[in-house]
């Protein structure tokens, strides 16, 4: 099976089943001398896991992993050695014995016929590869690579800007609060918003539903030239990056959707004199910024200097326990009602994998661009 690898200089590869004794993940080209310390990669790993970082209360589901990494290699006193970074996360609180009756369902909304249909044999358990803890190692690579970026200025930063057919305040909008997002229970940045969502997602649980949302991403100190103009462009990296995650199924870069919609005149973000000096450039070129942002950072497949900005798009949890109809191997029409844990919305635990998957597209380019000219 391919399709487990990533990046092109800083690269990562992810194993694991959720069911399996653990996942984690290999990174190979993290520069030598970035400061990472377990606490790091644990920080991360919190925020990804149900019930454990702010975003953990009512929206998620009750496995309750204490995702402790181990850094097996390629760190030492606190520093990255350059060589390959290996971190290994065990799963233990997995009860298998919830997907037994599952063994030969097709569930709707899941990767089940699929993945038969292409290999002729599946982990049942947890959703096995396909499953949402196949992002540990994501977030763990993730957290070398903010690391990595932190040094060079460059910060990323995701809340929920939707969730459950609730739109929150977005930045410029009255009431938008970043730290909100940092601390309430959904990673939403307006705490009346975050009330209204924690209660549609209630009365979906009880129900035996579930919902869907959307991830905004931004991410700032970013310099110019980061992308390649034709297949390698920041933009194309950043959206297969997200479409990678599972349960995504749609993103947006800078005014997206909004700018099919609108005129050139209104679009096109005007070149300004830079709000601050600015260095790297070729000789000759001058220092600009723009005036706004339509474009969401990139012009070209090239980072512009201005924040990178787009939207994540994550259908509804797939697992419901509201009764469905399916087909079994035989052929059979069976009725099926999903037991085991599972989240109402996924949406604030995969904030920090959105984040993640950034930070590993952008310290592969950061490393690519210093290749880029004399
Ligand atoms: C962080 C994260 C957690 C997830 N948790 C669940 C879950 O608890 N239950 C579920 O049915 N799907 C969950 N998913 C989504 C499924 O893995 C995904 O919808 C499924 O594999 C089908 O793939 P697709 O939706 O990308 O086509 C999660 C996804 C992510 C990124």
Redesign the pocket.
């Known amino acids: 099976m391919g399709g487990n690898s990533f990046g092109t200089l800083f690269t990562i590869t992810t194993f694991g089943e959720s069911h399996g004794p653990g996942c984690g993940v290999l990174v190979d080209g993290c520069p030598a001398g970035v400061s990472l310390k377990t606490e790091d990669i644990a920080r991360e790993l919190r925020r ?1 896991r ?1 019930g454990g970082g702010p975003q953990g209360l009512g929206a ?2 009750g ?1 309750a992993e204490a995702d402790e990494p181990e850094i097996l290699s390629g760190v030492f006193e606190g520093k990255t050695l350059g060589t390959p970074i290996a971190i290994l996360v065990r799963n233990k609180d997995h009860r298998s014995g919830d997907y037994d009756e599952l063994k030969d369902l097709y ?1 709707p ?3 089940d016929w699929p993945w038969e249909a292409k290999y002729g044999i599946r982990d049942h358990r947890g ?1 096995g590869r ?6 540990v190692g994501r977030v763990a690579a993730g957290a070398a690579a903010k690391a990595f970026l932190a040094e060079e200025g460059i910060l990323i930063r995701a809340w929920t800007s939707a969730a459950a057919g609730i739109q929150a305040p977005g930045p410029g909008d009255p009431g938008f609060d970043y730290a909100e997002a940092a601390g309430n229970p959904l990673g939403v940045p307006h705490r009346e918003t975050a009330e209204r969502i924690l209660e549609k997602i209630e009365n979906l649980r009880n129900q035996g539903d ?1 919902a869907g949302g959307v991830i905004t991403c931004m991410v700032t100190g970013l310099p110019p030239g980061l992308g390649d103009p034709v297949f390698g462009k920041l933009d194309a990296r950043i959206a297969g990056a997200m ?1 990678s ?5 749609g993103v947006e870069l800078g005014s997206g959707f909004t700018a099919a919609f609108g005129r050139g005149s209104d679009n096109n973000d005007e070149p300004a004199p830079p709000r601050a000096a600015r260095s790297g450039l070729p000789p000759g070129v001058p220092a600009l910024d723009f005036k706004t942002n339509h474009a969401g950072g990139v012009l070209g497949g090239i980072s512009t200097g201005s924040p990178l900005e787009f939207r994540t798009a ?2 509804p ?4 326990s509201k009764k469905q109809r399916t087909l079994d191997r035989q052929g059979t029409v069976r009725d099926l009602v ?1 037991r ?4 109402v919305c ?1 949406v604030p ?2 904030i920090p ?1 959105v984040e993640a998957m950034t930070a590993l597209v952008l310290a592969d380019l950061v490393l690519l661009n210093r290749s880029a000219r004399v």
Request: glycine residues 14%.
């Open positions: 990804r149900p998620a589901s496995r569930r909304g899941h990767a959703g396909s499953s949402g803890r196949e992002t579930s479409v995650i599972g349960a995504v199924k994550f259908k949890v797939p697992s419901i999903i085991g844990r599972h989240d996924i635990r995969a994998v």
